[in-house]
């Protein structure tokens, strides 16, 4: 059965570089040992032509794509490429039709999803039956974590396999067999240092398709000599002076950077924290969105052990809603190493949980008698406020007064601990402990 390929033959010199040098079998694949070395399932699955329904999950440029294009040329299976921009569910119902046709004729239809993420719920249903009943094989790639993208349903019948960001070794692998590549610049000559090489990979982040774009232009902007093409660095300085971040402020890895942020402040390694703080401003981050996450981080694992972390939070806050990046940047780094280096307790978060857990969970009795107000008669009739004890008339400024709901007197919340200014605070509540069980 004739495949359909991803990439036609009849444009490939016209085609940019990544497309001309895209690897065609599993030995010219740089990187992914841990699913394509000698012996790894994957590589059985497709060297012996025995795909089944797969998810490619992993950052840009990995080879998410160029992996679905080797099954292509390895599978005997009807090769179909399906794209979410102009795919309807008519459309996607018609080929599942032929599949399943196919199907019955004894003969395997795989269907190749790039950027699955993109189809929507109803797009990816249309293929659960067609993959439950076996007339299909899915393979989708994707950039985002499939557990929140893929329908639950179609991602447990898949396998999934995590493709790692390329290592700077295997990116300046790449570069040099794009040089020598006959449908590369094999037919030239071209002149670059290995420095230059590794600072491409080192811009491109991992990701090969920008290192090749990015290798292409700096060909097609060098000096010429007699056929020769020399690159020419510091007109490539140009091409790399920014770094091309991996962040999406709705994607995953957003949520991955702040978490990184909140748990290097909470190890107090304050290094770390600029780190990663520095890393989501790069990428474009909403200041405000950081100064918020800092001002949660102060309550929450801060607390009481430094009551000054959330006025400077709520400080820092203001300050980048008056000026606004760039100029705010001082002030979230001066706010994350205050929140790194103070004393940290989750005493006030965890006894907010318990709180919450008991309200959800026990029955909601009325609020006491005695501590109600009474501002109408017969609310006073009714013994509102009867028995109240009014605490700043007392010598101790405490009485002995009920003021919990019966089913939960003597339930605890806050366990203060000996952090920074906490101890304190675990003082005053052992002595108020101490004298209501002297005057109970």
């Known amino acids: 059965m004739k495949q359909e390929s991803l990439f036609g033959e009849d444009n490939k010199r016209n085609s ?261 703080m520095s890393r989501m401003l790069e990428s474009g981050e909403d200041p405000i969105y950081i100064a918020r996450r800092l001002i949660r981080f102060a309550s929450e694992d801060i607390g009481l052990a430094d009551t000054r972390a959330l006025t400077i939070t709520t400080d820092v806050f203001q300050a980048c809603r008056y000026i606004g990046m760039p100029e705010c940047d001082v002030h979230l780094t001066e706010a994350v190493i205050y929140l790194s280096l103070a004393p940290k307790s989750n005493a006030v978060y965890l006894a907010r949980q318990k709180a919450k857990k008991d309200v959800k969970e026990s029955i909601n009795e009325p609020v006491p008698l005695q501590i109600r107000n009474a501002p109408t008669k017969l609310m006073k009739e009714l013994d509102y406020g009867k028995g109240y004890q009014y605490a700043h008339d007392e010598k101790d400024k405490l009485t002995a007064m009920r003021t919990m709901p019966p089913s939960l007197e003597g339930q605890q919340y806050y366990y203060p601990t000996e952090q920074g200014n906490e101890k304190k605070f675990k003082e005053r509540l052992n002595y108020v402990k101490e004298w209501q069980k002297r005057n109970n």
């Open 16 to 276: 940019p570089l990544a497309s001309r040098v895209r690897p065609r079998t599993l030995d010219e694949f740089v990187g992914q040992q841990h699913l394509l070395a000698r012996g790894k399932v994957l590589r059985e699955f497709i060297e012996n032509d025995q795909v089944t329904s797969i998810i490619f999950w992993g950052p840009p440029g990995v080879g998410k794509t160029t992996l679905a294009e080797i099954i292509a040329h390895k599978t005997e299976s009807k090769f179909i490429n399906l794209s979410a921009v102009n795919s309807s569910i008519k459309d996607i119902k018609n080929i599942m039709k032929e599949a399943e046709t196919r199907h019955d004729f004894g003969e395997k239809t795989i269907i190749f999803i790039d950027e699955i993420h993109r189809f929507n719920k109803a797009q990816q249903d249309a293929f659960l039956p067609y993959v439950e009943n076996g007339s299909i094989i899915l393979i989708g790639a994707t950039t985002e974590n499939p557990s929140f993208e893929v329908n639950a349903a179609l991602l447990s019948r898949s396998k999934v396999f995590v493709l790692n960001q390329l290592e700077i070794a295997d990116v300046v692998n790449l570069l040099r067999n794009a040089i020598i590549h006959p449908y590369g610049f094999g037919d030239k000559d071209i002149h670059i240092t290995e420095q230059s090489l590794e600072a491409i990979a080192k811009f491109a982040n991992g990701d090969a398709r920008s290192a090749l774009n990015t290798l292409e232009m700096a060909v097609l902007n060098s000096g010429t000599n007699a056929g020769d093409f020399y690159i020419n660095e510091s007109n490539l300085e140009q091409l790399i002076n920014r770094t091309s971040f991996l962040y999406d402020k709705s994607g995953e890895e957003h949520y991955n950077i702040i978490s990184a942020l909140h748990k290097s402040m909470r190890n107090s390694d304050v290094d770390a924290a600029i780190y990663w």
